[in-house]
């Protein structure tokens, strides 16, 4: 059933460029969907696809997921961003406690 409060896809805006949000969003939904692939989660997000906003924005619908499948892609996205912090520059520096009990 249509969304009564989006326009439709035939209401275009002269002079924004439609073509190259929609191209930039397969672009990232290719890329993400091979990432998922190489863990495993190709399946759980069959209808995975880039889209164009009326204004052009390209963006990326992962579809509807199960809960689990939602729970374990954040859990992963959490264990990326740790692996991204601890290559930081400033994890590599020793932490300083004063350990003299004199806060």
């Not at 190489?38 to 696809?49: I, P, R």
């Not at 199960?66 to 740790?82: I, K, Q, V, W």
């Not at 520059?89 to 406690?97: M, Q, S, V, W």
Request: hydrophobic fraction near 40%; charge should be negative; aromatic fraction near 6%.
């Amino acid at each position: 059933m249509p969304d009564d409060n989006q326009p439709r896809a035939e209401v275009f805006e002269p002079g924004v460029s439609y073509v190259r949000g929609w191209n930039d969003a397969r672009s990232a939904a290719r890329e993400l969907a091979e990432e998922l692939r190489l863990l495993g989660l190709e399946d759980d997000f069959a209808y995975l696809q880039g889209d164009v906003s009326m204004m052009g924005t390209g963006f990326v619908r992962l579809g509807k997921v199960m809960a689990e499948t939602g729970t374990r892609f954040a859990d992963l996205l959490a264990l990326g961003l740790c692996v991204e912090i601890a290559d930081l520059p400033c994890a590599e520096e020793p932490t300083h406690i004063d350990q003299s009990g004199s806060g």
